[in-house]
């Protein structure tokens, strides 16, 4: 049985931190923060919008912050993971912690 390759990082996450906000979405609606961290880091921006993900591209090329923006639960609640311009840190956080 073939095994599909992963698909490799597009950037460096740095150190992974997270809100306490952040910590309280992901327990309650069971995420797996690694998960959203490679889908963050492979360029799956999640739900931004057309500008922020063209922002994205930018970014990746231009070394600077990265943003991508995540729907969780039912009601969906934003979960935001930033990646900072010098990658040396990546937050997840809930858009009123910013």
């Not at 922020?52 to 990746?60: G, K, L, P, R």
């Not at 912050?65 to 809930?94: F, M, N």
């Amino acid at each position: 049985m073939n095994t599909p390759a992963l698909q490799q990082p597009l950037f460096p996450l740095g150190k992974i931190v997270a809100t306490r906000g952040a910590l309280d979405l992901l327990d309650r609606t069971g995420t797996d923060a690694m998960e959203l961290a490679y889908r963050h880091a492979t360029g799956d921006g999640g739900a931004v919008c057309e500008a922020d993900a063209d922002s994205n591209v930018e970014a990746v090329l231009s070394a600077t912050r990265v943003l991508s923006s995540y729907r969780l639960g039912q009601p969906a609640e934003t979960l935001w993971l930033i990646t900072e311009a010098d990658r040396s840190s990546t937050c997840l956080l809930l858009p009123k912690e910013y």
